[in-house]
């Protein structure tokens, strides 16, 4: 019998891995979801995943059941998804959450009907081009609980495994770290702009550099001081850049930026 995978949400990140497994090669039909919202349900219909209207029935027909819900409204609606599994819920699916701040004694005292093993995931939105990184709590979780949500999420991404109490540092790092990039990214361009060229040129030469010097990082050996020193000419024009950053308290302002997402994923599971 196929494996069934179920979504309880299916909005940004929740839809990105749907239609990760689905671009991966899953069966439609093997895809369920419940989405109350129309608007965010049709175009996953659409791609043939099956909707369903009640919560309960659907996670009896599922082996897997992503949590897939904004933190703030998980309280709320766990309780909705808790009466309307009592007495449909046999099959027992395992749980993955993709919640910041909710742990997963919170998400096991919540869910108020029987189910296997509740694993918490952080996954960044790059797993909608698939090539996102998620991490993967592995306390109080089984083997095979691991390796099912290993295969699952490698479909969208590069997975790792760390301790729970580390999920809301991940949460701040590359969880939250696509906005800093989208950030990072358009403070280049809008200086190129500023020294004269155009937004189309100033935006492809942006990119082509960060994909390069992401490559060269990956493939050269060298750590990130040493690529950098090795642009950076004596009394040349990258130092003169790098000076700035320096001045500016580039690197430290990262780090304030990740230990403040980090604090906030931390609030939102009090």
């Given amino acids: 019998m196929s494996q069934k995978i179920a979504f309880a949400g299916a909005g940004n990140m929740g839809g990105a891995i749907l239609r990760g497994l689905l671009n991966s090669g899953y069966n439609p039909k093997d895809i369920l979801f419940y989405e109350p919202f129309e608007k965010t ?16 029935k659907m996670a009896n ?3 897997v059941v992503f949590l897939c819900v904004k933190p703030q409204v998980f309280k709320a609606v766990a309780g909705e998804w808790s009466a309307s599994a009592k007495g449909k ?13 909710v742990s997963r004694a919170k998400i096991i005292d919540a869910l108020d009907f029987e189910h296997g093993d509740v694993v918490r995931v952080m996954p960044n939105l790059p797993l ?15 083997a095979e609980s691991l390796e099912t949500a290993k295969t699952l999420l490698s479909t969208v991404g ?16 590359s969880g939250s770290a696509p906005a800093y990039v989208f950030e990072f990214i358009e403070g280049l ?48 024009t990258t130092i003169a850049g790098v000076q700035v950053l320096e001045d500016a308290g580039f ?11 980090t604090l906030r994923s931390q609030a939102l599971g009090k």
């Fill in 158 to 173: 590069v997975t790792v495994t760390v301790g729970e109490n580390l999920i809301d540092a991940v949460t701040g790092l």
């Fill in 251 to 261: 690197r430290g302002t990262l780090m304030h930026t990740v230990e403040a997402a």
């Fill in 61 to 63: 027909d599922a082996n």
């Fill in 189 to 236: 361009v809008r200086g190129g702009v500023k020294m004269g060229l155009t937004r189309p040129v100033a935006m492809q030469l942006t990119l082509a550099t960060i994909e390069g010097s992401v490559e060269l990082l990956k493939k050269s050996g060298k750590d990130t001081g040493e690529l950098s020193a090795m642009v950076s000419s004596p009394a040349g």
């Fill in 128 to 142: 909608t081009v698939g090539k996102g990184a998620i991490a993967i709590a592995t306390d109080g979780v089984s």
């Fill in 41 to 56: 349900a049709k175009p996953v219909e659409e791609l043939g995943a099956v909707r369903y209207a009640d919560f309960g």
């Fill in 89 to 101: 819920v046999t099959s027992k699916p395992e749980i993955i959450s993709i919640m910041a701040g």
